[in-house]
């Protein structure tokens, strides 16, 4: 029960659909004393994940993410973020077994679906029994707390302000001091969205399938890229409006009946029907179309969500949104147009928050010591 | 972020066919005296409308005078019913494929003799680009309607004038469309329309709607991405390749994920988690099939989880959807509706149309036609000149869109009078006129189906025995026989083509052929051993009692198909009984009070056994009338009756009197004019008023309103209770609004409903198997009511667990 005691290393894993997004508090006030009583495999880890930047092949450290000189449970040290997809799992595992991790009693604390569905495996092959924690619990918890410390001096939540004009778009730090209630809308290989009224109060209001995995699936199949990063940069140089019909392709400009713009997409991959336009397009158009596609359904899905439970502030987080500021201001400016200005997309720097909670806050501690037998 | 009824452009062929498969005279019927023309044209099938006025004869009845001496005379019927000729109006819509529209349009031109229309109304993405050739070809100006205007006043128009109109889809039941009954206020609703885009729109009132939201993906989505992922060009092929395929290799589930279900979230381990979560690799190929079925299901959800969002943002609970998406195709309304299901959890309903594809036309020409206010008419959906639901569908009837080519057709009758609820109907949302839906039981459905083909043969030769003048009346039989026979074996592959399938849909199907083929009313005249063929000793009996049920639904056993010849007209029929309506009423007056009512209820029972082999009963009538009527009550089963609630009933007539009761009458001759009007005069002389409900229009030997007035006259002349209450009022005759031999009451003549609120009705009697037994036997009023039929059908008899001849007698009083 006193998290004074916990041991070192501190990890927090979440195991995604299609990332492991992994957090690790290097303590960084270690006295001579406790340098003295460290064992070897316990050095070589932190040495190991803080002198790399990556990790074999796939693992990545996102050092512009780090969290620097940060009290946790009474410790200072740095928090670092590392990420790797999750079909390395196994060599993941396979790695805990070859640095016995297990001789060194530390709590595995885990979320994420991959935490239920690998935990069987961290247990025969590696001999680590995982903490699992409930992944909205994580959520939840994890917003708030990053929140709360800040990202290195600054605001740690942040909207657009004129998201559709790239001249006068300005990326504005938000003050979460009134956080509920709040829709969280959580977008991973899939998406969930969270209406949370309280610290403890919160409910999943609904889910899609067509999430960051369906981006990346898709732009895999249309275009051969083969890594999110190409995905999306193949996106920064397309024109969907190729792709996609518009409301003035259908109408010749505006559709007043409706109160339709020409610009808004009448029929997303609509131009696609015919074959000529399907010749006419680039790989590029095809990734930026899938962009624009999903990313307004979740905008949308998202908004009429918000008006279901009457919620006016939105905060899009996951890993779907990392390096991905086109998504983030179509969401913003979406967001806005169709609410009308009632409806505020907000974002966080750290898009891979929920990690965190699970093994940092103090409450979360605890009951991993319990569960550890401390 | 939607668009409306275009359904997607592009790469259907855009070459012109000249050429039409069938003989366009079938398709474009009744063009002579075409006019308000409009057109739907969409991404690849052209939607056209217009209104005709339909030439047919009619049975028209005719009293003849009767100065009052020459009533002895009683080998002459009371009355004549003579064919006349009659206009009535139509509306006609034909589907076909954009490739015809050339065709289609010379064709029209050619044939469109008499016309003062000089405009066309168009609607639809493909109205712009085919304006110029509509233009040419028809010298007729074309006028732009908006599209999700038409779609609506469509969709309001077919939601209130067409039974079972809408539909769901139960995945796994044979067949797997369930339909809707009416119901009787149809807003609000939610309208989805899956375009190339999707439009959703909130329709509250008859003019009032409005688009509340949208979404890019849709069914250009699924079209231009699969074209694009699977190098399959056509919507249809894309759907047929999507049907075959599995998603579970494309998509990552929950499971894939988690290892199993997510439990405290109750998200069961099939669930699709991420879309295409699985193709995010480079060294795997997938199949077309299994990308084409993960896309449908990404489409269909994500529509699904629109609507449901939508419908409770609004506290909508109906959804209809509508678009080429779903626009016969099975696959797609599964996945729609597993959506829905799975994202209200059961509280909103996916329902869809058996005429969607029509709907934008309907609206093109209700906005062109609004002079002539079709609003303030009843249609009716006309069986005969209608192709069932999937007539076309690829998916379904491969073979049957080979034999129908590409045309669709959907024709509308303009009722005489406007139809509206019975006032007394319990809950008429939950009001199911019909006992057995055939769709559902399949047995049923085959004995039925069998009754009616082997049916046919007597009905077409009294088709033609009912116009003895007429120099093509047996051609036009043989057409009409051709016609109703088709009709059956579409039914037989398809019960669900014209909605539910059911003893009523059959017979009304058959009177709409008759009426086609200009048979009004086949039972108006035949001249002995025409009607029906003689039959030798040895006949199997079968085919004759299928055949007397389908005719007039009666039944078994050698001797009593011996008197199923229905050679005896109606007018015939009237004049017998007539005579001995006296004689039956003293011989009632007679008896003690108690005694008396019995032999009321034995009367209305006896006389409705009269449908089934009048021939032999009228014969012992004309000799001895009333010892043929004491025949008939002997044929009835002995109380206990198969449904006996008779002492209820005395119980209750030992009380105070009925304000009014409304009477439902059955048969023509012996039943309405001995069993009803000694029944109705007891009500009257016991205070109560009476309306007696005849049918409008004729349909097998069923008294007709027409008939029941001069019958209602003939027995004033002889009867001072029923000539009083006739002259005071106490006693009104009024139609149903309908010709069939079943009763749907929640389409009644308005001046009937008015009516019974006026009088405040406060009894309802039905009368006979079509009204009380095939329909209106689970019926719930908010009074007191009275069902009452024998069973001549040994089928229907066993089923009901009775025998030939039992005696349903069904009194109810609703629960307080």
């Known amino acids: 029960t006193n998290v004074e005691d916990a041991v070192f290393p501190w990890f927090g894993l979440d195991i995604g659909g299609t990332l492991v997004k992994l957090v690790y508090f290097e303590p960084k006030d270690i006295t001579a004393e406790e340098e003295e009583e460290e064992v070897e495999s316990l050095k070589s880890i932190r040495k190991y994940l803080t002198s790399n930047v990556a990790y074999g092949s796939t693992g990545i450290r996102d050092v512009h993410l780090e969290l620097k000189d940060l009290t946790l449970c009474g410790r200072k040290g740095n928090l670092h973020f590392i990420r790797f997809p999750t079909h390395d799992m196994p060599a993941f595992i396979q790695m805990g077994r070859d640095k016995n991790f297990s001789s060194l009693h530390t709590v595995f604390c885990a979320t994420g679906g991959g935490a239920y569905k690998f935990e069987q495996d961290f247990l025969t092959i590696g001999d680590l029994q995982l903490c699992k924690l409930d992944e909205l619990d994580c959520l939840i918890k994890g917003i708030l707390y990053i929140d709360s410390v800040g990202f290195n001096g600054r605001s740690q939540c942040y909207y657009f302000e004129n998201p559709a004009d790239s001249e006068k778009c300005q990326k504005l730090p938000f003050d979460l001091k009134n956080p509920y209630p709040l829709l969280l809308v959580n977008i991973g290989s899939g998406v969930s969205i969270l209406a949370v009224y309280s610290k403890d109060n919160y409910k999943r209001v609904t889910g899609t399938s067509l999430g960051g995995g369906t981006f990346f699936g898709l732009c895999c199949l249309l275009t051969g890229c083969t890594t999110f990063e190409e995905a999306l940069e193949m996106a920064s140089r397309g024109d969907s409006t190729k792709v996609d019909k518009l409301v003035r392709d259908i109408y010749g400009g505006d559709y007043e009946r409706f109160g339709l713009p020409g610009w808004a997409v009448a029929s997303s991959f609509g131009n696609m029907m015919s074959k000529e336009k399907r010749e006419a397009v680039s790989k590029e158009d095809l990734a930026r179309a899938t962009l624009i596609t999903i990313t307004n359904n979740i905008g949308s899905i998202a908004r009429m969500c918000a008006l279901n439970e009457n919620i006016n502030q939105v905060v899009f987080v996951g890993n779907f949104l990392r390096i991905n500021t086109i998504a983030m201001r179509l969401l913003a400016y979406a967001l806005d147009y169709w609410s009308k200005g009632q409806l505020k997309a907000l974002f966080s720097e750290h898009e891979v928050s929920r990690v965190i909670s699970c093994d940092m806050l103090p409450s979360q501690r605890a009951c991993c010591s319990c569960y550890a037998g401390i | 972020m939607a668009e409306c009824g275009a359904s997607g452009s592009g790469s259907s062929g855009d070459s012109l066919d000249k050429s039409i498969t069938l003989p366009p ?7 002579e005296n075409a006019k308000r023309f409009a057109i739907d044209i969409g991404g690849s099938l052209t939607k056209l409308a217009y209104y005709s006025t339909v030439q047919h004869k009619v049975a028209k009845v005719r009293s003849f005078d009767y100065s009052g001496k020459d009533t002895e005379q009683d080998h002459e019927p009371p009355y004549e019913i003579s064919v006349q000729e009659e206009v009535t109006a139509r509306l006609h819509f034909v589907k076909f494929e954009n490739t015809y529209i050339e065709a289609c349009l010379d064709f029209i031109k050619d044939h469109l003799v008499n016309t003062e229309t000089k405009v066309i109304q168009a609607t639809g993405g493909g109205a712009y680009k085919f304006k110029d050739l509509i233009e040419e070809k028809l010298q007729l100006k074309v006028d732009k309607e908006d599209v999700m205007t038409c779609l609506i006043k469509g969709c309001n128009f077919v939601l209130k004038n067409i039974p079972h109109e809408a539909f769901v889809y139960q995945k796994d039941s044979d067949p797997e469309f369930r339909f809707q009954t009416n119901h009787p206020n149809i807003f609000p609703y939610l309208l989805v329309n899956i375009g190339s885009g999707v439009s959703i729109v909130k329709v509250e009132t008859e003019d009032r709607f409005e688009w509340i939201g949208g979404s890019s993906i849709g069914g250009g989505t699924f079209w231009g991405l699969g074209a694009l992922l699977t190098k399959t060009k056509k919507f249809d092929e894309l759907l047929q390749l999507a049907s075959r395929g599995q998603h579970t290799n494309v998509d990552m589930l929950v499971q894939d994920i988690y290892g199993g279900a997510h439990e405290t979230l109750g998200l069961s381990g099939n669930l699709i988690a991420s879309s295409f979560g699985k193709s995010a690799t480079a060294d795997q190929e997938f199949s077309k099939e299994d ?13 699904g989880q629109l609507a449901c969002l939508y419908a409770r943002l609004h506290c909508l609970d109906r959804v209809y959807f509508g678009g080429f998406f779903i626009r016969g195709h099975p696959v797609t309304m599964r996945t729609i509706t597993y959506s829905i299901n799975f994202f209200s959890k059961g509280e909103v309903q996916a329902l869809f149309l058996r005429h969607e594809g029509y709907l934008g036309a309907i609206g093109a020409f209700l906005k062109g036609a609004e002079q002539d206010n079709p609003n303030q008419y009843s249609w009716g959906e006309n069986y005969a000149g209608s192709s069932g639901l999937m007539s076309s569908s690829p998916e379904l009837c491969p073979t049957q869109r080979a034999r129908s080519g590409t045309f669709d057709l959907l024709e509308m009758d303009r009722l005489e009078r406007p139809l509206v609820n019975l006032p007394l109907l319990l809950d008429p949302s939950s009001y199911v006129p019909d006992t057995v839906d055939l769709t559902d039981d399949a047995l049923a459905r085959k004995y039925w189906l069998t009754c009616f083909e082997e049916a046919l043969d007597g009905v077409v030769k009294r088709a033609v025995a009912s116009q003895p003048g007429s120099v093509d009346a047996a051609e036009r039989a043989e057409k009409f026989r051709q016609k109703y026979w088709n009709k059956l074996q579409t039914l037989r592959h398809q019960p669900f083509a014209y909605g539910t399938l059911t003893v009523r849909s059959l017979l009304d199907t058959r009177e709409h052929c008759l009426n086609e083929f200009n048979f009004p009313d086949p039972y108006s005249k035949s001249r002995p051993g025409e009607a029906s063929s003689p039959r030798s000793p040895g006949q199997p009996v079968s085919s004759i009692n299928c055949g007397s049920i389908a005719g007039s639904m009666v039944t078994t056993s050698a001797e009593q198909s011996r008197g199923s010849d229905e050679q005896l007209v109606k007018q015939k029929d009237n004049g017998v009984a007539l005579k001995c309506f006296q004689r039956v009423v003293s011989a009632l007056d007679a008896l003690d009070w108690e005694e008396r009512q019995l032999a009321l209820v034995k009367g209305l029972l006896a006389g409705n056994v009269f449908d089934w082999g009048a021939k032999a009963v009228s014969d012992v009538l004309e000799s001895d009338p009333q010892f043929g009527f004491e025949e008939a009550k002997k044929k009835l089963q002995e109380r206990p009756w198969l449904v006996d609630s008779y002492s209820k009933w005395l119980q209750r007539l030992k009380g105070p009197p009925h304000k009014c009761a409304l009477i439902f009458a059955d048969n023509s001759g012996v039943d309405v004019i ?35 007035l001069i019958v209602a006259e003939r027995i004033a002349a ?11 009022e106490r006693l009104l005759l009024v139609q149903t609004g309908s010709s069939s031999p079943c009763l749907d009451l929640s389409r009644l003549d308005k001046g009937l409903a008015v009516l019974v609120r006026e009088r405040g009705a406060d009894l309802v009697v039905i009368e006979g198997m079509g009204r009380a037994v095939h329909t209106n036997y689970h019926a719930a009023l908010c009074c007191e009511s009275l069902k009452l039929a024998v069973i001549k059908n040994s089928w229907l008899a066993e089923r009901l667990g009775g025998q030939l001849f039992s005696v349903i007698f069904k009194y109810e009083v609703p629960a307080e």
């Open chain 2, 25 to 31: 005279d079938e398709i474009f019927r009744n063009l």
């Open chain 2, 674 to 708: 001995l069993g009803v009007f000694p029944f109705v005069r007891e009500l009257l002389s016991r205070g109560t008023e009476v309306i007696l409900a005849c049918n409008s229009g004729p349909a097998l030997n069923d008294v007709t309103y027409s008939e029941s």
């Open chain 2, 718 to 728: 002889m009867d001072p209770v029923i000539h009083s209450a006739l002259r005071e």
């Open chain 2, 291 to 303: 990308m084409a079925k993960s896309l449908l299901h990404m489409i269909s959800n994500d529509i």
